[in-house]
């Protein structure tokens, strides 16, 4: 027989926690995309305690519909009886794969009802059920207009919107730093050990080595300073 009703039980106190229907090694199968989240926190739960659930194929059918049938019996005689069970449905047909299932193909439209938020154009004073409808009235973008509600971007079009409640809403830009490489960075002063001069710039100290006939470069002074050259100059130099 192909299809079966399966339980995952805890481990605990062996009591029934997910009822399911299956085929092949579907029972067994514990990935983060192959369940429900209160499933998965609940099987989280369980691994922070070094348990897992305990799977148990309970019936088998030859039909699918069957299987359906007695899953979604079971869940509903589990959660009559005041039984927390993981399932995020009532089973039956709507966890049916494929083609099989009758909303194959649709939307969830109350979930898309219920994350569907009103949009008002504070330009015009326009309200709209939907960012689709607002797209629509003025041509433009969804994403930009939503970009605008999220506060992302200022405008889109000479049109401000913002979602229903969230009128009050001001967009704030924050001044970006411009990094100029050319810029100075902080200068170290530089001591001549010999003479004990300090000088506040290694070009001071690279002017100084050519007026008294020992001509060198800034580089040269900076290597000694860093400690990778002896000397420049006939000098020894260190940073203040």
């Known amino acids: 027989m192909k299809y079966y009703i399966y339980f995952h039980k805890d481990p605990r106190t062996n009591e029934v926690k997910y009822i399911g229907k299956g085929t092949g090694r579907r029972y067994k199968e514990m990935g983060k995309r192959k369940r429900s989240l209160k499933h998965l926190n609940w099987t989280k739960s ?53 083609s099989l299932n009758p909303n194959y193909g649709k939307k969830n439209l109350p979930m898309v009802q219920a994350t569907r938020r009103s949009v008002v154009c504070i330009t015009t004073g326009e309200k709209f059920e939907s960012l689709t409808k607002a797209a629509e009235k003025y041509n433009l973008s969804i994403p930009h207009i939503s970009d605008v509600c999220k506060l992302k971007r200022k405008h889109v079009g000479n049109f401000i919107f913002r979602y229903e409640g969230e009128e009050s809403l001001i967009f704030y830009r924050k001044k970006r730093t411009i990094k100029n490489r050319h810029m100075p960075k902080h200068r170290k002063s530089i001591v001549l050990i010999e003479l004990n001069i300090v000088f506040d710039k290694i070009m001071d100290a690279v002017r100084y080595c050519q007026k008294n006939g020992n001509p060198t470069d800034r580089c040269a002074i900076r290597r000694v300073a860093q400690g990778k050259y002896k000397s420049a100059g006939g000098y020894t130099w260190r940073f203040v």
């Open 46 to 98: 369980l691994n922070k305690l070094n348990l897992y659930p305990i799977c148990e194929i309970v019936e088998y059918f030859e039909k699918e519909n069957d299987a359906y049938a007695k899953e979604k019996e079971l869940i509903a005689l589990y959660r009559d009886q005041g039984v927390d069970l993981k399932n995020h449905a009532d089973g039956g047909q709507g966890g049916m794969s494929g």
